[in-house]
């Protein structure tokens, strides 16, 4: 297929890798970005972690918890524009979804909005919005957690919300872990809790960049499945929460910091969503 400037342009910005190499990554995988992106990863190149962040769509994410904190919801109400989302009136409105989430707990998104708010059904509200507004308005994203102790934490204006639920009751030191928890998980983006917790695929794709990176770098045929086992557990200690390095003390890891707050604390699951 043809390959477009705008298409070398787009991998560009999603993985800072240098114009030719995506150019020839797309080249090679019939224009698949995200097969380009680990054409690019097996050669090496250090793709920006973030990438997935960076073409996010605007709105208000909303995270709240249960007065007794045994459920937590995430809700993002998505606009098209920053003038829209920051307006106190759309900040509102996701907030009353967010509120009539927790009352009824729903189990998916188009339950969610057969909820009704004053008489009117969510989902005639969002129209009554697109058509009040001019811009598109929707849920795009909805989420529940349910636990002994959930904790709820709201980044950046609203544009990411995050829950984790405690294997310990509600006290002030436990909540304050919890929340560094959360605020660990929208910096860092795990991509599950622990390593027994990342999917067969996830591992299998890992371990064949880990295998291809070292024969790049001409490493002997024999010893390429023992170099990717070691990049594995390094993909681990990035990418899995409780193995990360905490970053308020890079010297504990996450587990560990949860340890030293109340011995056997921890993580049991979290939930996390940006806009995008």
């Given at each position: 297929m043809s390959i477009t400037a705008a298409d070398v342009n787009k991998l560009r910005t999603l993985t800072g890798a240098g114009m030719m190499d995506c150019k020839k990554a797309?080249?090679?995988?019939?224009?698949?970005f995200e097969a380009a992106v680990d054409f690019l990863r097996k050669k090496g190149q250090k793709v920006s972690a973030s990438r997935s962040d960076r073409e996010n769509k605007e709105g208000a994410v909303i995270a709240a918890t249960t007065p007794d904190g045994?459920?937590?919801?995430?809700?993002?109400?998505?606009?098209?524009?920053?003038?829209?989302?920051?307006n106190d009136d759309f900040v509102s409105f996701a907030k009353k979804i967010a509120e009539k989430a927790l009352q009824h707990q729903p189990s998916e998104t188009d339950a969610l909005k057969g909820l009704t708010?004053?008489?009117?059904?969510?989902?005639?509200?969002?129209?009554?919005?697109?058509?009040?507004?001019?811009?598109?308005?929707?849920v795009n994203r909805y989420e529940i957690l349910r636990g002994d102790n959930v904790v709820a934490y709201i980044h950046g204006s609203n544009r990411m919300g995050v829950l984790v639920s405690m294997n310990q009751p509600a006290d002030e030191p436990v909540n304050a872990a919890g929340r560094d928890a959360a605020m660990q998980i929208a910096a860092m983006n795990p991509v599950a809790l622990d390593k027994g917790d990342v999917d067969a695929t996830t591992l299998q794709r890992?371990?064949?960049?880990?295998?291809?990176?070292?024969?790049?770098?001409?490493?002997?045929?024999?010893?390429?499945?023992?170099?990717?086992?070691g990049k594995l557990?390094?993909?681990?200690?990035?990418?899995?929460?409780?193995?990360?390095?905490?970053?308020?003390?890079?010297?504990?890891t996450v587990a560990q910091m949860l340890d030293s707050v109340s011995k056997g604390l921890t993580v049991t699951a979290f939930k996390r969503v940006a806009l995008g």
């Amino acid at each position: 297929m043809s390959i477009t400037a705008a298409d070398v342009n787009k991998l560009r910005t999603l993985t800072g890798a240098g114009m030719m190499d995506c150019k020839k990554a797309l080249t090679e995988t019939n224009g698949d970005f995200e097969a380009a992106v680990d054409f690019l990863r097996k050669k090496g190149q250090k793709v920006s972690a973030s990438r997935s962040d960076r073409e996010n769509k605007e709105g208000a994410v909303i995270a709240a918890t249960t007065p007794d904190g045994k459920v937590g919801v995430i809700i993002s109400l998505n606009c098209e524009t920053d003038f829209v989302a920051k307006n106190d009136d759309f900040v509102s409105f996701a907030k009353k979804i967010a509120e009539k989430a927790l009352q009824h707990q729903p189990s998916e998104t188009d339950a969610l909005k057969g909820l009704t708010i004053d008489g009117a059904t969510i989902a005639d509200l969002l129209m009554e919005q697109v058509g009040r507004i001019g811009e598109k308005i929707d849920v795009n994203r909805y989420e529940i957690l349910r636990g002994d102790n959930v904790v709820a934490y709201i980044h950046g204006s609203n544009r990411m919300g995050v829950l984790v639920s405690m294997n310990q009751p509600a006290d002030e030191p436990v909540n304050a872990a919890g929340r560094d928890a959360a605020m660990q998980i929208a910096a860092m983006n795990p991509v599950a809790l622990d390593k027994g917790d990342v999917d067969a695929t996830t591992l299998q794709r890992e371990l064949e960049i880990g295998k291809e990176q070292a024969r790049a770098e001409g490493k002997p045929e024999e010893m390429l499945e023992k170099i990717a086992q070691g990049k594995l557990n390094r993909f681990y200690k990035d990418s899995t929460l409780l193995n990360q390095d905490f970053v308020k003390d890079g010297s504990k890891t996450v587990a560990q910091m949860l340890d030293s707050v109340s011995k056997g604390l921890t993580v049991t699951a979290f939930k996390r969503v940006a806009l995008g």
